[in-house]
């Protein structure tokens, strides 16, 4: 009984990060390997990085040689 408040105190915060939306990140995706790119800071551009974490998801500049700022496969919602 002594450790339910801090039980309670876990499980909220696991809770408040689990359903915290992901912050988008500026920079560029491209669905195709480069032939198509998206500027992900442009308004109405919906994106996810997901699975899997190998591949490479947002770039710094619309070049897949430009240093990556996210891992994930690039993907419009």
């Not at 450790?3 to 915060?13: D, F, G, Q, T, Y």
């Not at 408040?16 to 308004?43: H, I, M, N, R």
Request: hydrophobic share 35%; net charge negative.
């Amino acid at each position: 009984m002594k450790h339910l408040p801090a039980l309670a105190a876990a499980v909220a915060v696991t809770l408040a990060l689990a359903f915290t939306p992901k912050e988008a990140v500026d920079g560029f995706g491209t669905p195709d390997g480069g032939e198509t790119w998206y500027d992900t800071s442009q308004p109405g551009i919906e994106y996810e990085c997901n699975e899997p974490q190998t591949e490479n998801c947002i770039y710094a500049l619309p070049d897949t040689n430009s240093q990556v700022l996210q891992t994930g496969r690039f993907e419009l919602q």
